[in-house]
T-cell receptor, first 115, second 108 residues
Framework: DTEVTQTPKHLVMGMTNKKSLKCEQHMGHRAMYWYKQKAKKPPELMFVYSYEKLSINESVPSRFSPECPNSSLLNLHLHALQPEDSALYLC??????????????FGPGTRLTVT | AQRVTQPEKLLSVFKGAPVELKCNYSYSGSPELFWYVQYSRQRLQLLLR??SRESIKGFTADLNKGETSFHLKKPFAQEEDSAMYYC??????????FGQGTTLQVKP
């Protein structure tokens, strides 16, 4: 299995809701990533996990809370979001970088709309 | 500071014409550079990385350290090449730094 899967594909939530995005990979990758992508813009890195530990937090607001319950799963918990948080949220995975630089494999994304 | 610059937002060519998508970078160490492509309604996927020196779908890219460039080239564009192309630089922390992207439009 050489794919990164993400659920749900689409999500509409109100500003007071709590929801979660899910990402899964079975390629044995030990690095996983969350990105935010606005229309016609490049992905912006949010979080990086290495061996299930948070390695990079790009000063993301606390209304976004990542979780890596095991080496195959990555979640992004959402609470009290703002309309400007509406975007495509991408998950990616790769081999861990201490063994060299490796390609990141991207999921199809979750299209999030905050109303 | 590490930065990737793609000077063209849009590149429009006719089918069969040569294509060159420009990418310049600034990085103090030895760069690892990639081209990623995003076709309409498809996921972002790797097209090329500089260390592999492969040709994928007819595209090639050469790292020029003197000019700090990693331009993507194809001698004869096809309509199916129409997509958004991102040049990206990897740091050894796992972080990918993307350029702003160039939309390639290949007209029939």
């Amino acid at each position: 299995d050489t794919e990164v899967t993400q659920t749900p594909k689409h999500l509409v939530m109100g500003m007071t809701n709590k929801k979660s995005l899910k990402c899964e990979q079975h390629m044995g990758h030990r690095a996983m990533y969350w990105y935010k992508q606005k229309a016609k813009k490049p992905p912006e890195l949010m979080f990086v996990y290495s061996y299930e530990k948070l390695s990079i937090n790009e000063s993301v607001p606390s209304r976004f809370s990542p979780e890596c319950p095991n080496s195959s799963l990555l979640n992004l918990h959402l609470h009290a979001l703002q309309p400007e948080d509406s975007a495509l949220y991408l998950c990616a995975s790769s081999q861990e970088w201490t063994s060299g630089v490796h390609e990141q494999y991207f999921g199809p994304g979750t299209r999030l709309t905050v109303t | 500071a590490q930065r990737v610059t793609q000077p063209e937002k849009l590149l429009s060519v006719f089918k069969g014409a040569p294509v060159e998508l420009k990418c310049n970078y600034s990085y103090s160490g030895s760069p690892e550079l990639f081209w990623y492509v995003q076709y309409s309604r498809q996921r972002l996927q790797l097209l090329l990385r500089h260390i592999s020196r492969e040709s994928i779908k007819g595209f090639t890219a050469d790292l020029n350290k003197g000019e700090t460039s990693f331009h993507l080239k194809k001698p004869f564009a096809q309509e199916e090449d129409s997509a958004m192309y991102y040049c990206a630089l990897s740091r050894n922390t796992g972080k990918l730094i993307f350029g702003q992207g160039t939309t390639l439009q290949v007209k029939p």
